[in-house]
Structure formats: C-alpha cells, structure tokens
C-alpha cells in the first residue's frame, strides 16, 4: 500500500518538474524577443540624433548659400546703381553705324567699299575737320562732323581737282562729300571722309569720287567704269586721265579693283576727265 502511494507521489514530483522545465522554454524566446526589441529601440534612438544632425547640417548649408546668393546678387545690383551708364555709354561711341552702302538688299551682294555721298553747307573748321549741315537730298541730313584723315582723305577743288587747305573754307560754303562706310552714333554722329570736294562754283556739276570694282570693261556701248555702288559709268571717247600730285603718265589700263579716282562727268553722266589717286 505504502509502495503504490511512493510510487504515485514520484510520479507527480516528475510530472511537476517537467512542466516547469517546459514553461521556462516557452517563456525564453518571447524574453528574447523583447531583448531583440530594446536593443532595435536603442539602436534607432542612437541613430536619430546622427540623421537630425546630419538633417540640420544640411538645412544650414543651403541657408548660407541662399544668403551668399542674396548678398552677391545685391552688391551687383548696387554696383551698376553707381554706375549708371558709365560703360554703356563709353560703348556707344565706339559702336559703328553701318552706312547704307553695307546693306544689301535680297538677291545683292553688299558694296562694302561704295563711299557715301553727302552735300551741304559748312559750319564751321576745327582743325583736320568739319562740321556740316548736310542738305536733305544726302544719304542723311542734319549736322555731321567729318574727320579728314591725312592718310586717307583727300580734300580738293571742284574745279581743278588740285588740293584745297580746309584752314580756306568759311562757313556757309558748299561741299560735297564722300564718306566711308561706318558713322558713330553720337551725336553729332562723326565719320571720316574717303574726299571732300570744295570751293564749287554756282551751278557747277562737281566731281564724283570713285572706287573701282574691277579694271576697264569693253562694252557695247564704249568703255565702262565698273564702280563700288548703285552707278557705273561709260567713258568719253577723249577721256583725259591725270594722276593725282604726280608726273607719272598713267592710262585707263592702270585702273583696277580698288583705285580710287575723282570723275567729272558731262550731262550724259559720261565720265570726261579722270584723275587716278596713287594705290
């Protein structure tokens, strides 16, 4: 009796103990799991200071650029306030207005070298130039400063084609002019003269200044001077040509591209007496 009851009460001590050991098991993942959890916790919370500081770092370094911006874009704004055209007005004298000699219309090639023909009255002298009214049936009209460069301006009689001293003219005097092709836009604009023809007589038909396109053509019609321009011009048979300040003996056959010369022309535009300038 006292056997089966020692053997009933060992069996439940066993029963007991394995149930315990069963209940520690179930309980040690779920405890792990939690460790797990704290640990992830604590890992993300150490983290999130690194990310804002990072996040702050950066907000910051946009700030300071904006403000640099700000600050260069302010500081040029102020500098062209204190300079209000300074450059820019520099710049527009030095900007050159095309003649209309250089503009060519559709299907045309430009005449960058056709001299610009202007007439009028003179103003006054100052020195190597000129300023003129010049008459509404010019390219233009209005007042105009003409610089006569020693190198490149010739200024002659009408009448002789010999060189006239610009100290001679008075105001009020008649000109004509030929220009080259650029003119400032100042104002007065100012330009430089290819030739100034003075000292015309009353009802004379002045001189025309010329540059050849090409050498002499044989045409039809006579000989043709091939000029920069909207006119060519045929040749009187006794054409009568001189050099210009020189005892050279030149001829047609020494015209070519380039050379430039003073043409008296009669009442059919045909060109009479020529007078070549050296090269």
């Known amino acids: ?30 405890q792990t799991s939690a460790a797990e959890t704290e640990a992830v916790q604590t890992g993300a ?7 804002t500081d990072a996040a702050e770092t950066e907000a910051a370094e946009e700030s300071t650029a904006a403000a640099d911006g700000a600050e260069t874009g302010k500081e040029a704004v102020e500098t062209e306030a204190e300079t209000p055209g300074g450059d820019a007005a520099t710049a527009q004298d030095d900007i050159a207005d095309i003649s209309p000699a250089e503009t060519a219309q559709p299907g045309e090639e430009a005449d960058v070298q056709a001299p610009v023909h202007v007439q009028g009255e003179i103003v006054r002298v100052e020195g190597d130039s000129l300023t003129v009214n010049r008459a509404p049936d010019s390219a233009d009209f209005g007042e105009l400063i003409i610089h006569a460069a020693s190198e490149q301006t010739v200024v002659v009689d009408a ?7 610009l100290s001679d003219l008075k105001e009020g005097e008649s000109f004509e002019a030929y220009l080259g092709p650029a003119m400032t836009m100042s104002l007065p604009p100012q330009t430089t003269a290819y030739a100034v023809i003075v000292n ?4 004379f038909k002045a001189p ?24 060519d011009y045929l040749l009187a048979d006794d054409v009568e040509v001189q050099p210009y300040l ?33 090269d």
């Not at 919370?45 to 990310?51: K, L, N």
């Not at 015309?200 to 009802?203: A, G, T």
Request: glycine fraction near 8%; include cysteine.
């Open 1 to 30: 009796m006292w056997g089966i009851v020692a053997v009933l009460i060992g069996a439940m001590l066993l029963a007991g103990g394995c149930g315990q050991k069963a209940a520690e098991k179930e309980t040690s993942p779920a």
């Open 45 to 51: 919370a150490e983290t999130a200071p690194a990310q």
């Open 159 to 165: 009448v002789t084609g010999l060189p006239a001293e």
């Open 200 to 203: 015309i007589p009353e009802d």
């Open 208 to 231: 025309v200044f010329v540059i050849a396109a090409d050498a002499i053509l044989d045409t039809d019609n006579g000989k043709l001077l091939d000029a920069y321009g909207e006119q």
């Open 246 to 278: 020189t005892r050279n003996i030149v001829t047609l056959d020494d015209i070519r591209e380039g050379s430039r010369c003073l043409a008296w022309t009669d009442e059919y535009d045909r060109i009479t007496k020529l007078v070549l300038f050296a």
